[in-house]
């Protein structure tokens, strides 16, 4: 009965594969959101989605292409992996207003070869 | 100048022991401020929400100055289960009229026994 779950839980490949995660969320959140948290440990915003609409696209590669096929999903699609893209990566939902309290997902640790 | 800064130690205390943390923010408009907590290699967790008022929760009590853009946490008889990174956490409107949530880079916490 998680909250928020994404799969995989542990990534490892290598540079310049494709990969997706995954994250679903089921408190009834209409809003979704994708983070990076680099090894430095600073979390930093990547996508936001609110009932399947994109609405914050910060400054990301387009190699970064979220997709949510319906608001209680989130996926996260990741074209020629550099090595720069190890991170961890923490799926999070919300109700409403993205700047209410958030629940995280317990991250995707990608790990590029 | 980041938009949420802290102090990020690490502060290692003794068991009992009362530490303070504090967290400044650059955007006047921010209507939205929490404290989370992180364990090592875990999610963000949500630990409470900061009103103008300040409020307490048990042991831990979060201050808010909006004239200073100031917010304190202060955690009181320090147990070892403390020990965690601590997040400061506001709410912003960025470009475009979206709301979201922006973390500071955290404080690191380590109670020794």
């Known amino acids: 009965d998680t909250a928020v779950s994404q799969t995989p839980k542990y990534l490892v490949t290598q540079m310049g594969n494709d990969k997706s995660i995954k994250c679903e969320q089921n408190?009834?959140?209409?809003?979704m959101y994708w983070y990076k948290q680099d090894s430095k440990k600073f979390l930093k915003i990547m996508f936001s989605y609110n009932n399947k609409e994109l609405i914050i696209n910060e400054t990301v590669p387009n190699r970064f292409s979220p997709k949510s096929p319906d608001k209680a999903h989130l996926n996260l699609h990741i074209n020629s992996l550099e090595l720069g893209d190890s991170a961890v990566y923490f799926c999070?939902?919300?109700?409403?207003?993205?700047?209410?309290?958030?629940?995280f997902g317990d991250g995707t640790r990608l790990s590029i070869l | 100048r980041k938009e949420v800064e802290q102090d990020p130690g690490p502060f290692n205390v003794p068991e009992g022991a009362t530490v303070a943390f504090n967290c400044t923010y650059s955007?006047?408009?921010?209507?939205?401020f929490f404290w989370y907590r992180q364990d090592c290699r875990k999610e963000p967790k949500l630990l409470m929400s900061v009103y103008s008022s300040g409020n307490e929760d048990g042991r831990f009590t979060a201050q808010l100055n909006r004239a200073s853009q100031y917010i304190s946490l202060l955690i009181r008889d320090s147990k070892l289960s403390d020990s965690a990174t601590y997040l400061c956490v506001v709410g912003v409107i960025s470009s475009g009229s979206a709301r979201q949530l922006t973390f500071g880079s955290g404080t690191q916490l380590t109670v020794l026994p």
């Open positions: 999070a939902s919300s109700l409403r207003r993205g700047d209410q309290p958030q629940h």
């Open positions: 955007n006047s408009a921010s209507q939205s």
């Open positions: 408190l009834g959140h209409d809003t």
